[in-house]
């Protein structure tokens, strides 16, 4: 009963949070209800016992998504002060039909799928019975990496075409501006930096190494990571830069060539593609993609081509 | 009425609301939001009706869902940086309304 009490109110926020962002006031509050919602999200999935998911969302959904946004936000505010006011929604006579529609049509198959026995060669049956001869013992991390490693070399190639595209869709003369205003040399951030930051990737390199047994991964632990990034970008650690450096690309590449390269290797020996030789791949694929990760991320951030370390006074 | 059932129901509203938000808003940034709140529905979907294997959630769903978070992250970048875009063309990120000159102002 408790249980139903927690997930009505999660749901209750859930919804009213998405209404808010939605049809909020002001643009700058939306974005605070849409980061709001991403934890109320987590909840939701750590009550659906999912929680390398609810890690995910509160480190990508509405971390990660939050801090884009507040960006995005910031660089319309910097090109036309009054753009908050320009919010105003029109009527529409056949939005509130469609929306219902759509709700029930999504809320039909949602209770035929629950209603529909499963079948008996279920593919997470099969995963759970083998995942103990893999070594690892987190199902979520096997699935990714062992069983359907295609799905996740294709989503870091989504998440670097994802940058590409907006490294193009960017303007060039805009990549030299400093993503902060404020006077970044008080001791206060010093002091900050130098707990944060080490705490930081002592979290990110736990969330990675625990994700081949319990909860955690390459995409929490890069996540991670992207925050320390973006918190030097914005107290003025890290500037960006147009010009072309190695180190950063190769950092970019390392995750989508590492998987490439391993994956493949199993052609020489008559295995199949994909099939990775054993748990050290697993996790040498998962430290080069969380690098990949935190480094796409942060770039995304910046809306740069690249980033350099700011020389200080 | 269980748990799964509940998180359905919910889904259902969700996606009700992204669309509705959709449709209405004027803002682009706001469409995003709407596009996102939509993909979590569907992402809640897909968790809540996956049938547990001997008490067990089923990976394969989770797998799927954590995928399509990174996905859904890297297209709201990229829809990120059009709208900042078109605001430094256009000076304008909501998409004009017709019959409603004043949304321009």
Sequence with gaps: ?313 | MDSATVYVLAAAVLFGVGVHGLIVSVHLMRKLFAINIMGSAIFILLVATSAPISGQTDPIPQALVLTGIVIAVSATAFGLALMVRMCQETGNASLAVEDEPENDD
């Design chain 1, 1 to 313: 009963m408790t249980g139903l009490a927690l997930d009505l109110l999660i749901i209750a926020s859930l919804i009213g949070l998405a209404i808010q962002a939605i049809n909020g006031a002001s643009l700058f509050r939306g974005i605070i209800h849409f980061v709001v919602l991403g934890l109320a999200m987590s909840l939701a999935w750590a009550r659906l016992d999912a929680p390398d998911l609810a890690m995910a969302e509160a480190a990508i959904g509405a971390g990660v998504t939050g801090a884009l946004m507040m960006i995005a936000y910031r660089r319309l505010i910097e090109i036309r002060p009054d753009h908050d006011n320009a919010t105003r929604t029109p009527r529409s006579r056949l939005a509130l039909p469609i929306a219902l529609a759509s709700g029930v049509l999504v809320g039909v198959i949602g209770l035929a799928a629950i209603q529909a026995e499963p079948l008996p060669g279920q593919a997470g049956i099969a995963v759970l019975e083998t995942l103990e001869s893999t070594g690892l013992g987190n199902p979520v991390t096997g699935v990714l990496l062992l069983f359907r490693g295609f799905d996740t070399l294709l989503e870091i190639t989504v998440l670097l075409a994802a940058l590409l595209s907006a490294q193009a869709v960017t303007r060039q003369d805009d990549l030299d501006r400093s993503l902060t205003t404020e006077d970044p040399d008080t001791p206060l951030i010093g002091a900050l930096l130098a707990i944060v930051v080490p705490l930081t990737v002592l979290i990110s390199v736990h969330l990675l190494k625990a994700g081949s047994q319990e909860t955690g991964g390459a995409f929490q632990a890069g996540a991670v990571l992207a925050a320390c990034g973006v918190l030097l970008a914005l107290t003025g650690r890290l500037a960006s830069s147009r010009d072309y450096s190695p180190l950063l690309n190769g950092g970019l590449l390392v995750g989508l060539v590492s998987f490439i390269l391993i994956g493949l290797a199993p052609l020489l020996y008559g295995q199949p593609l994909m099939a990775l030789p054993g748990v050290w791949a697993v996790y040498f694929i998962e430290s080069a993609m969380m690098i990949s990760i935190a480094l796409t991320l942060v770039l995304l951030f910046a809306g740069a081509a690249s980033l350099k370390r700011r020389s200080r006074g």
